[in-house]
């Protein structure tokens, strides 16, 4: 690989998920994997990385850009398949330096406990109606909502989540109509899920099972489980790709159902 010319965009990450910052320690090598219009996965010695710029908001497996032109410049020149080289916190490719030397960790706001299942249940029924004003038609949002789905996802949505519920209320095995929602969606979206959907889907569900999802889903649960407005995290939650944000809590809410039922 050649070493990046001296005009190389230069993209100072600002924060960086702690979930993935922790694994990075080590890493000497990687590729690029996807780049998009507004942000692009690296891998780093098999750890996934997304990377953009502000709006793309915290999580743990993004890496956050300042510099909306950085980020433009670096997207224009990135390739995929390209390798990228170096030694914590410095990794480079063509023409871009990735620099994680100022990076601040990043880590999600986690509920206080104990959390009151009276005040879940308050929490779930507001989420519920806020979000009946604002489904969008593709997704899994009508399952926040609690209402009937009319897109393609309707019936097997309904299925997984029932089936969700089932299982937590004592079933030992995940029921197939459970197993079915892995890959089920148009988007990006644990042996099942390396062969069932895409290697990002796979590094976001692997971070999810250690208990850390994005910001704008975080806040969500904030609000479940304290009985808070939902307006500013729903707007929040809306933002996040297609229907990636909604599809996350519809999975949350699903669970949180699940529980003020129990």
């Known amino acids: 690989m050649s070493l990046p010319s001296d005009d190389a965009a230069g993209l100072i990450v600002a924060r960086i ?15 690029v994997r996807a780049v998009f219009e507004r942000s692009a996965y690296v891998e780093l010695d098999g750890q996934w990385i997304c990377i953009g ?18 980020i433009n410049r670096a997207l224009a020149t990135l390739v995929q398949d390209r390798p990228l080289r170096g030694t914590w916190p410095r990794f480079r490719t063509d023409h871009t330096l990735l620099d994680f030397t100022r990076a601040k960790r990043w880590h999600p706001t986690l509920p206080a406990l104990p959390i009151e299942r009276a005040c879940v249940a308050r929490g779930v029924a507001r989420m519920q109606r806020a979000a009946r004003a604002r489904i969008p038609r593709d ?4 399952v926040v909502a609690d209402v009937s789905g009319t897109g393609a996802l309707a019936v097997p949505g309904v299925a997984a989540a029932s089936a969700l519920q089932t299982w937590l209320a004592g079933g030992l095995t995940p029921p197939d109509a459970l197993r079915q929602v892995v890959g089920l ?22 971070a999810a099972a250690h208990g850390e999802g994005g910001e704008a889903l ?31 809590l519809a999975g949350a809410m699903t669970v949180a159902s699940a529980i003020v039922r129990d």
Request: overall charge negative; some cysteine; charged content about 20%.
């Open 17 to 31: 998920g702690d979930f993935a910052a922790g694994r990075l320690q080590r890493a000497r090598e990687g590729r």
């Open 53 to 70: 710029g502000e709006r793309l908001g915290c999580g743990p497996l993004n890496a956050l850009v300042t510099s909306a032109c950085a």
């Open 139 to 142: 997704g899994l949002a009508f």
């Open 218 to 248: 975080h806040a969500c649960l904030l609000a479940l489980a304290n009985d808070r407005d939902p307006d500013g995290a729903l707007d929040a939650i809306a933002a996040v790709g297609h229907t990636s944000g909604w599809d996350a």
């Open 185 to 206: 969606g148009p988007g990006l979206t644990l042996p099942l899920c390396e062969r069932a959907t895409h290697p990002v889907s796979v590094a976001h569900l692997e």
